[in-house]
């Protein structure tokens, strides 16, 4: 018992383990609140496409001398907006389309990282770098991340609809363009402020895997939301904390938690329907007229 305590309390004895386990909380949170409506929307492509499109952005964000931040987001809008144009101006589908763009953009900015010098770690872009994190980078983290918040849950009845019925949503007069363009910009600052904690590429796992584990363990949104931030936030800390005691990288180590918690919710799910069946099979049974 005393070991398991020293495990969980050892590492906020270090000031840069505090940072990183208060930024992976919120990253945690915001990425969970996201995720409901990408799952509920069917968007997961979309937040893999503009994950991946954020590494040119990046780049020359870091060649103009602004802050990275803006070239990551304003990267992140360019390739939503450009997929929106070639699904509607074209016949190629929609995933068709979001695979070209994010895998032309993430080539494109690979090229521009090996032709020019700079003093980022293509490791620490591609996978985060959450232990490093320093005081300004976790103040911005918590801006971006409060201010999406902030925003998702004033609209979050809107854009519930809107991910739910478009169709509906439009008839009873929503604005559903400026919901469709504002939930991709509101996911793509989600991607901006978790790429410190986990990086371009596992950055998608974040997005996705809290939703669709409260979506299988809830049939209500409200209560979807509150599991998949429980479901979030758990797997960050533990897997900070358990980064830091085997040495290994803490995005790596967060997915791999929320990969366990999606078995265990898929496993739960499963039980849950055999439960239904079996229920279903024996009031057919009772109520057939061979019973009686």
Not at 72 to 93: D, H, M, P, Q, W
Not at 94 to 120: H, K, N
């Amino acid at each position: 018992m005393n070991t398991l305590i020293e495990f969980i309390t050892e590492p906020f004895m270090y000031d840069f383990m505090q940072r990183a386990i208060l930024a992976s909380i919120v990253v945690g949170t915001v990425c969970a609140v996201l995720s409901c409506y990408l799952v509920l929307k069917g968007w997961s492509l979309m937040g893999d496409a503009i994950s991946h499109a954020v590494l040119p952005g990046i780049i020359l964000a870091f060649v103009a001398g602004v802050p990275l931040v803006i070239g990551a987001f304003l990267s992140g809008i360019f390739c939503a907006i450009a997929t929106g144009y070639l699904k509607e101006n074209s016949r190629v589908k929609e995933d068709t389309v979001m695979g070209i763009v994010f895998s032309g953009m993430f080539a494109l900015g690979l090229v521009l990282f090996t032709r020019i010098d700079t003093e980022q770690h293509l490791t620490h872009i591609l996978f985060g770098s959450i232990l490093g994190i320093t005081q300004d980078e976790f103040i911005q983290t918590l801006g971006i991340a409060g201010f999406t918040l902030v925003v998702i849950l004033l609209k979050r009845k809107d854009f519930m609809l809107y991910c739910f019925d478009p169709n509906q949503a439009k008839i009873v007069g929503l604005p559903v363009k400026r919901l469709h363009y504002g939930l991709l910009s509101l996911l793509a600052l989600t991607i901006v402020a978790s790429l410190q904690a986990v990086g371009i590429i596992l950055v998608i796992a974040m997005l996705i895997s809290p939703g669709i584990i409260a979506f299988m363990l809830c049939r209500n949104f409200d209560r979807m939301l509150i599991v998949a931030i429980i479901a979030s936030v758990t797997s960050s800390v533990l897997g900070t904390i358990i980064s830091f005691h085997i040495d290994g990288e803490t995005g790596a180590c967060i997915v791999i938690i929320q990969a366990i918690f999606f078995t265990f919710a898929v496993i739960y799910d499963q039980i849950k329907l055999a439960r239904m069946k079996k229920h279903r099979k024996l009031t057919k049974n009772i109520f057939s007229p061979l019973s009686l």
